[in-house]
């Protein structure tokens, strides 16, 4: 996904005031053109394009089933995850302090190798 410019630059860019700008994103989110994303910017949304809007936590627990990851199976790195998920790894980090919180993950820190401590179930990542 593309990202769009931020209100400021729309502003700066067009000379157009801040409730101009916000209204055309709206125009473009009520078309299904654009989303907003963390942090007050916009992106474009490609039709036919799904975007899982659950908290990271939540997609992170999905990687437990999808990589099939076993008790003392190596969970990937901050790194790893923040690519995959498109997101910075201060937020993949921020989430894997909950599921290491939550018993799923033996601790990490810089340069150590997190390891599954347990398996997730349905009712449990959903709680998150």
Do not use: C, H, I, Y
């Not at 157009?16 to 910017?41: H, I």
């Not at 990687?63 to 008790?71: A, C, H, P, S």
């Not at 820190?109 to 709680?127: H, I």
């Amino acid at each position: 996904m593309a990202d769009l410019p931020t209100a400021a630059e729309v502003m700066r860019d067009n000379g157009v005031s801040r409730g101009v700008a916000l209204r055309a994103f709206a125009a473009l989110r009520e078309d299904g053109a654009a989303e907003p994303v963390p942090g007050g910017r916009w992106r474009v949304v490609r039709a036919g394009q799904r975007t899982d809007r659950r908290p990271l936590t939540e997609r992170l627990a999905d990687v437990f089933t999808d990589d099939r990851l076993e008790v003392g199976a190596a969970f990937p790195s901050a790194s790893a995850l923040s690519e995959r998920f498109g997101v910075s790894r201060p937020t993949v980090t921020k989430a894997l302090v909950e599921l290491e919180a939550a018993g799923w993950l033996s601790e990490g820190g810089q340069g150590k190798l997190r390891t599954v401590r347990a398996l997730p179930n349905r009712e449990e990542s959903s709680s998150l």
